[in-house]
């Protein structure tokens, strides 16, 4: 038996008027997850519990079959785990973006702008790490580079007692307003400050602008938490797995859990990414003898942080085709039976342009128990809310893996 879950990460949307009513997800042409739909399962699952963020750290553990109410210690460690950071106990990490802000006069003033700095690139933003790095590295403190605008701090003997907020949350918004809270937190607010004096006019910046793209101006750090501590994946399903992701956050899950990371050549994070690349690397695996493949794609949600609408729904378009369909159809070629789920790790309405704690529709596709095409089920809000129910994520994950 082989298993694949697809996550198109923020797909989930609400119901918007240029679309005549319809999502981002009712209005794309995804005619290979709705014949899949059409012929399983559909319907909705809170894959956010109760009194938890609405992170993609949450979500994906979540989908992967771990309640995020006992395994959550904080986004940043299992991106620390992807990058390789080895973290002691008493170790704090921190996710660190390198972001966008822009106005006048005293850093609180700033408008925090883009919380991605335009995709910037790995090895620009490497050049802008070792510049923080040699502003600030001692022997409690160092950053990491990780991927595009997504980074690591480590602090020694740190502590997780902060009020720190996700920059994509405060688009748009006064920085003054949402810098660190709690006691002792000044030198991470300090940290920030000094850092917009580091990179604002920066080499790397200044060229970016010159190519009228956004300068990755100023750390903003969020996210901590100590180091995590997840159950075995082979002993909880006894089966074993591959996560295929551009994000730091999904390869520390994968990594966390004892499943294997691959990662892909051209594999962004954003709307474009190599989608053939990926799905040629699940069917691989599968071709290796893997029983399970997690497809993570980030594409639609960070469309739903800018405001992209056309972008959201094209890339939900790219994932139907160059990436479920191929990897569907190998498997049937296989002659093995498998199963797939296709859900949102969270929704990410355009209308807010940040997560969303409501839930979000699935489809459950049984080669085993295929059923006559029934015209009236979709993958979609409208025809989730109409199917079953899942309380949580990690309920989902047993059903999917365990029948």
């Not at 109760?50 to 991106?79: F, H, I, K, Q, W």
């Not at 790995?122 to 409690?140: G, P, R, S």
């Not at 160059?322 to 309405?349: A, Q």
């Not at 940040?354 to 979000?360: K, L, N, R």
Request: with cysteine; glycine share 10%.
């Amino acid at each position: 038996m082989k298993y694949f879950i697809l996550v198109p990460d923020g797909a989930g949307d609400e119901p918007i008027e240029a679309l005549g009513g319809k999502t981002p997800l009712e209005a794309a042409d995804i005619s290979f997850i709705d014949s899949l739909a059409a012929r399983g399962e559909v319907g909705s699952v809170q894959t956010i519990p109760e009194g938890v963020a609405p992170g993609s750290d949450a979500a994906n553990l979540s989908v992967m079959g771990y309640d995020p109410s006992v395994y959550l210690t904080g986004r940043s460690p299992l991106e620390a785990a992807s990058i390789g950071i080895d973290m002691s106990d008493t170790d704090v990490a921190f996710r660190t973006n390198i972001i966008t802000v822009e106005g006048s006069g005293d850093y609180e003033d700033l408008i925090i702008k883009d919380h991605s700095s335009g995709d910037i690139t790995t090895a620009e933003a490497d050049e802008l790490i070792k510049a923080v790095n040699a502003a600030f590295e001692n022997e409690k403190i160092k950053f990491y580079t990780g991927v595009s605008y997504r980074h690591c701090l480590i602090v020694h003997n740190g502590s997780t007692e902060y009020t720190l907020t996700p920059p994509h949350d405060v688009l748009g918004r006064r920085v003054g307003d949402y810098l660190p809270k709690g006691e002792g937190s000044e030198f991470i607010t300090e940290m920030m400050k000094k850092s917009y004096e580091i990179l604002n006019h920066h080499p790397i910046n200044e060229d970016r602008r010159k190519r009228g793209l956004n300068p990755a101006n100023t750390l903003w750090i969020w996210g901590q938490g100590k180091k995590p501590s997840l159950s075995s994946f082979f002993e909880k399903y006894h089966i074993t797995g591959t996560a295929i992701s551009a994000v730091d956050l999904i390869k520390g899950i994968a990594i966390c859990a004892g499943l294997d990371s691959v990662d892909v050549e051209g594999a962004t994070g954003t709307l474009h990414t190599n989608f053939e690349g990926k799905a040629k690397a699940a069917i691989e695996e599968f071709r290796k003898g893997k029983d399970f493949v997690y497809m993570h794609l980030e594409g639609p949600d960070e469309c739903s942080h800018q405001g992209d609408m056309p972008g959201k729904i094209k890339c939900m378009e790219d994932i139907d085709k160059k990436v479920c369909k191929p990897v569907v159809e190998y498997l049937r070629k296989s002659g093995e039976d498998f199963r797939v789920l296709v859900v949102p790790d969270h929704k990410t309405p355009l209308s807010i342009r940040t997560h969303s704690s409501v839930p979000v529709p699935y489809v459950i596709y049984d080669s085993r128990k295929e059923t006559e095409p029934d015209a009236g089920k979709s993958f979609g809000e409208t025809s989730g809310s109409k199917g079953g129910r899942f309380g949580s994520g990690y309920e989902m994950a047993d059903y999917f893996f365990r029948g």
